[in-house]
């Protein structure tokens, strides 16, 4: 079945940098845009960015722009996303999420990973 | 950026009644691009409704979507025990994409 799946729990130092895996199965990993969306603490849910598996173009959005690189490994089907410069405010739980459609953005998200809960403590 | 106002932000309902849910944009949603999904504790969110009003794949027609431009609504017909959640409208017609606060429906 059509699924993703990502990687194990994060406990990080302020400064540090994180990298979170997401790998897709049961579908063509290059035909369907990926989403990273967050989740704070008892919080609502926020877009970071998109990448296009194919290709690997990606657009971010502006809150994070320096600070994620979004890349994909087309030989497992699998997309990362990178944040650096962790401080406590990024401790959350963190999606990647596919696109139902062919469109980066016009798409709503049908496929969801699993979350990785990352933490950010001294 | 397009800001998504939900309301209310938590709503005391029993099983069995109906519950409308209001998301509203600070500008028009492009073509309709605005979803509905469904979160449970320790869970990732559920697609309900996409492109307003259609139900994603095997969703319960107790789930139903309107709305156009900046007025959207989620009504779930007759509340189950397993819709207790927490909602989330969500537009992805522009970047950047934009979710609403939430709204929590809990058992009265």
Redesign the interface.
């Known amino acids: 079945q059509v699924q993703l799946v990502q990687s194990g729990a994060e406990v990080k130092k302020p400064g540090a940098s994180v990298k979170v895996s997401c790998k897709a199965s049961g579908y063509t990993f290059t035909t369907y845009y990926l989403h990273w969306v967050r989740q704070a603490p008892g919080q609502g849910l926020e877009w970071m960015g998109i990448i296009n598996p194919s290709g690997g173009s990606t657009t971010y959005a502006q809150r994070f722009q320096g600070r994620v690189t979004m890349t994909r490994d087309t030989s497992t089907s699998t997309v990362y996303m990178e944040l650096t410069s962790l401080t406590s405010e990024d401790t959350a739980v963190y999606y990647c999420a596919r696109v139902s459609g062919k469109m980066a953005i016009g798409d709503a998200f049908d496929i969801w990973g699993q979350g990785t809960v990352v933490t950010v403590s001294s | 950026e397009i800001v998504l106002t939900q309301s209310p932000g938590t709503m005391s309902l029993s099983p069995g009644e109906r519950a409308t849910l209001s998301c509203r944009a600070s500008q028009s949603v492009r073509?309709s691009?605005l979803?509905w999904?469904q979160q449970k504790p320790g869970q990732?969110?559920?697609?309900l409704i996409?492109?307003a009003s259609s139900r994603?794949?095997g969703i319960t027609d107790r789930f139903s979507g309107s709305g156009s431009g900046t007025d959207f609504t989620l009504t779930i017909s007759r509340l189950e025990p397993e819709d207790f959640a927490v909602y989330?409208c969500?537009q992805?017609?522009?970047?950047?994409?934009?979710?609403?606060?939430?709204t929590k429906v809990e058992i009265k």
Do not use: H
Request: hydrophobic share 20%; charged share 5%.
């Open positions: 073509s691009y979803g999904y990732a969110p559920r697609l996409y492109g994603a794949t989330y969500q992805y017609g522009s970047s950047p994409i934009t979710f609403g606060g939430g």
